[in-house]
């Protein structure tokens, strides 16, 4: 019986689910976990400056105020990516977020672009500055 080959295909595998997100899925999670105010999300998504940012417990305050003032901007139905720029271990990503209601006043402030910086930590894309 060969069992080399299997073990080979289970280790490519294991390795393929384990190769990460791009930069720019990982900015559109961080954004659309901004959006909901999920800042458990976003710490997950987040390094460096970032995640030392969202450690602060007046995080969740200002993540509520956010959804908040998306709220009455209309909503958001989603985002999207607009440009990825990847140099290395860093990368930019340039998110568009969708509103519900375009014809909402606040609908061009929500779809106006927004940077979101990257970094590769540890072989995992995450989120430095936003």
Known sequence: MHRTPIRLVVLALLALAGCGQSPGRVAQEYVECTVRGDVDGMKAL??????????????????????????????????????????????????KLIPKDPGNEGAKVLANPRTVRLSRIDGQWKVVED
Do not use: F, Q, W, Y
């Open 46 to 95: 987040a390094g460096g400056k970032a995640a030392e940012d969202l450690a602060d417990p007046k995080m969740a305050l200002a993540a509520g105020m956010a959804v908040a003032m998306i709220d009455r901007m209309g909503g958001v139905s989603g985002c999207e990516i607009v440009e990825e720029t990847v140099d290395n271990d860093a990368a930019t990503v340039l998110v």
